[in-house]
Structure formats: C-alpha cells, structure tokens
C-alpha cells in the first residue's frame, strides 16, 4: 500500500457506458494526477490538480471528465469511450505541482477494457 | 519539449550480475531525475533520483549517475536478485513554473536465477 488507493482495480465497460474511477490519498500531498499506461508508451500526463485546481489537461477527449472535490480525492468520469482507450489508469500524487520535492507517489492504477 | 530516450527495452541478466539502464534528454533546463521501479499489477515506485547539481547518488545496491554535459543519466544495480525483476522508468523534470514531468518508455528487467 503506497498511499495512495484507487478503485476499482479492474473495469470493463462497453461504449455506451458511463463510469468513474477513484482516487483517494491521505499523505498530505496538494497535487495529484491523472496518467494513462499503454503498452511500449510513456506514461501519458492526462490532468493535473493542484490544491483542488486544474491545472493542466493535456488535449485529453472530452470522454474524459476529472473532478477534484478537495485535496484528497480525485476522479476520472468516463463516458462513451472507445476500444483504444483501453489501458491502466494511474492515480498520482506529490508534495507540491511538480515533483521535484520527492517524485510521485503512485497508486495501483485501474485496468480498464473498453468493448 | 523534452524528449527522454530510454535503452535497452528489455535487459536479462544472471543473479548477482549487475545490471545498467541508460537514458538521454534533450532539455538542458531538466534539473531532476527520479527512477521508478512497476511490478507487476502495481503502480511504478520511486526507487532513487538525482537532482541536477549532483553527478552520482547510491542507495545501497542502487545507484544512478548524471552526466549534464552530455545529457544523460543511468541506473546501476548490482548483485541483482529476482525481486528486482520488474519494468524501470526514467523521468526527467525541467525547471519551469510547472515542473513538467517527461518519462521514458521503460526497461523491463528480468533477472534470472
């Protein structure tokens, strides 16, 4: 356990769906991320969050909606995704934006299958 | 924007060999430069980093060196055992208001017994 959880560990949803995915971290951090893990790619930046405040949204699709209701919890809303979509989800989260403190802290990501 | 290379893409080593994983950037302004080990069905964790200031830093059987003039840093592990068996990222931090993060593609190391 890193500090960071999210849930759920798996998901498989079809097009039509809508879902969301949870982040929940008690370390005291104020930034947190969103990234997303494809195979044979970096880690993608998707949104960033510092003290409760969007800061970055890396030309992700609308399909993707975050929420960020206070320091400790983060969202990712999904809605009418696609097959390539599929992929892990990884929840982040750091001292301050940034992470040149004390790098990330991960959590154990969310695999989603879109069908 | 900041390109990080990352090689070999895959590495298989004895137990007890060492093991080196190389990477390169682009951005002279990156000033930090952590590495994270993912097991599998986990999120990757910080094993060690390296701030720009400083040319080598060891943690036990770990250790990672930074040549600025050249831009590029590498992970050493040594006596390597089969829990170290996982994927590696290299990351590269710039200096910027923002501190944007860019990672590289990964290692996957496996270490045999």
């Known amino acids: 356990e890193t500090g960071v959880t999210q849930t759920p560990r798996h998901l498989v949803m079809g097009m039509t769906n809508k879902k969301s995915l949870k982040c929940e971290q008690h370390?005291?951090?104020?930034?947190m991320y969103w990234y997303k893990q494809s195979a044979k790619k970096p880690l993608e930046l998707m949104f960033v969050?510092?003290?409760?405040?969007?800061?970055e949204n890396n030309s992700v699709p609308s399909r993707f909606s975050p929420e960020c209701p206070n320091s400790s919890h983060l969202f990712l809303h999904l809605h009418t995704l696609q097959p390539e979509d599929s992929a892990l989800y990884l929840c982040?989260?750091?001292?301050?934006?940034?992470?040149?403190?004390?790098?990330?802290?991960f959590g154990s990501g969310t695999r989603l299958t879109v069908v | 924007g900041e390109n990080v290379e990352q090689h070999p893409s895959t590495l298989s080593v004895q137990e007890g060999d060492s093991a080196v994983i190389k990477c390169t950037y682009s951005?002279?302004?990156?000033?930090?430069f952590p590495w994270y080990k993912q097991e599998l069905g986990k999120g990757p964790q910080l094993i060690i980093d390296?701030?720009?200031?400083?040319g080598e830093k060891k943690d036990q059987r770990i250790a990672v060196t930074l040549n600025k003039t050249a831009k590029h840093f590498s992970l050493h592990i040594t006596e390597t055992q089969p829990e170290d068996s996982a994927v590696y990222f290299c990351?590269?931090?710039?200096?910027?208001?923002?501190?944007?993060?860019?990672f590289g593609t990964g290692t996957k190391l496996q270490v045999i017994p």
């Open positions: 990351a590269a931090t710039d200096s910027g208001g923002y501190q944007k993060v860019t």
């Open positions: 982040a989260s750091s001292h301050d934006q940034g992470q040149a403190r004390s790098g990330y802290t």
């Open positions: 370390l005291g951090h104020n930034a």
């Open positions: 390296i701030r720009s200031n400083v």
């Open positions: 951005d002279s302004a990156s000033n930090y």
């Open positions: 969050y510092s003290l409760e405040e969007r800061v």
